[in-house]
């Protein structure tokens, strides 16, 4: 058997495949047609964010059984045409957790004292500007979290050790998980907006979540709310977000995850205001190592006919 790996995967989860005499393939760069004429050669194939696996790309799927996404997020993947072929797909929820939560963190408090600002300030401008970097502490402030699955419960401890007040609104998880982690669990997603002085957004993509803030939310938050998004593109409609970074409505914000990536010519970029990092939540050593590990078992376990969960 083989599998493709078509980005960036850690050692030790490739190791894992090759001991059970599964052979594998790194090929990174496919245009989406390489990958569409390729795929069928393969029984599993690897991929990550940058890799999106689409009705096309599965027109011949050949041998392909299993599609294994090296992370959380299977919003690059169409499942449903996956599943209409017979095809597993699989992720690694909760491997990388840690990494996208201490990320958040760090957004935060850039946010909050404009850190890579004042960085840049001092080390490429030689500028020695204690006055220009005037900030906002944590503690006190109110943090709405959007989603109080495993990265959100993990943002509210960190927030909370910060001694700032967690509310939290997600439908779909039970009041006591929330009252566990001393978070005040809201009904509406407008209370969220009408308290909080940051904003963090923990969901997949999906329909639901599909510009979940719009003008029409923003409008609704506190003047000079700060806003996280290091969960997925999308979620915020970063049109709306330039413009309420530019009117001042919107004082901050944080964001690893684009509408489209790469997004090296995004007009979010230009503003002084809007901390960014490449998508790099789950780029940790200790996430990717689990990420790739427990990818790699479930894989195995599909490939070899064992019980396996899938996404
Ligand atoms: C995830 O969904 O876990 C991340 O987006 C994984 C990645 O970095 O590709």
Redesign the pocket.
Same mark, same amino acid.
């Given at each position: 058997m083989k599998i493709l790996v078509t980005?960036h995967v850690a050692q030790e989860g490739l190791d894992y495949i090759r001991k059970n005499n599964i052979e594998i393939e790194g090929k990174m760069n496919l245009t989406p047609q390489e990958l569409a004429q390729i795929i069928g050669n393969y029984d599993a194939v690897i !991929?990550?964010? /940058?890799t999106r696996i689409t009705k096309e790309t599965l027109t011949n799927p050949g041998k392909l059984k299993v599609i294994g996404? #090296? /992370? =959380? /997020? =299977?919003?690059?993947i169409d499942i449903a045409e996956a599943s209409k072929k017979g095809i597993i797909v699989i $992720?690694?929820p909760g #491997? $990388?957790t840690i990494a #996208?939560a201490e990320l958040t963190t760090g957004m935060m408090l850039n946010a909050l004292r404009k850190l890579p600002t004042a960085h840049y300030s001092l080390k490429y401008e030689r500028k020695w500007d204690r006055k220009k970097f005037m900030g906002v502490e944590l503690s006190g402030k109110t943090l709405g979290i959007v989603g109080l699955g495993h990265v959100g419960s993990e943002v509210a401890k960190r927030a909370k050790a910060f001694g700032a007040k967690c509310l939290a609104y997600d439908p779909y998880i039970k009041k006591t998980k929330a009252l566990d982690l001393g978070v005040e669990l809201v009904e509406q997603f407008d209370e969220i907006l009408e308290r909080s002085d940051i904003i963090t957004f923990h969901t997949?993509l999906t329909k639901e979540t599909k510009n979940m803030m719009t003008k029409k939310e923003i409008d609704k938050a506190k003047d000079g709310v700060i806003l996280i998004n290091c969960a997925?593109g999308g979620i915020i409609n970063e049109k709306d977000l330039y413009e309420s970074i530019k009117s001042g409505k919107v004082a901050a914000c944080g964001i690893d !995850?684009f509408e489209k990536e790469p997004a090296t010519d995004n007009p979010l970029l230009d503003l002084d205001n809007v901390f960014v990092t490449p998508?790099? /939540? #789950? $780029?940790s050593n200790e996430s990717q190592i689990n =990420?790739s590990l427990i990818l790699a078992q479930q894989i195995v376990n599909a490939l070899l006919g064992r019980p396996y969960q899938n996404a």
């Open positions: 980005e !991929t990550r964010s /940058g996404r #090296a /992370g =959380v /997020g =299977v919003d690059s $992720n690694a #491997a $990388n #996208a997949p997925r !995850t998508h790099i /939540g #789950a $780029n =990420v």
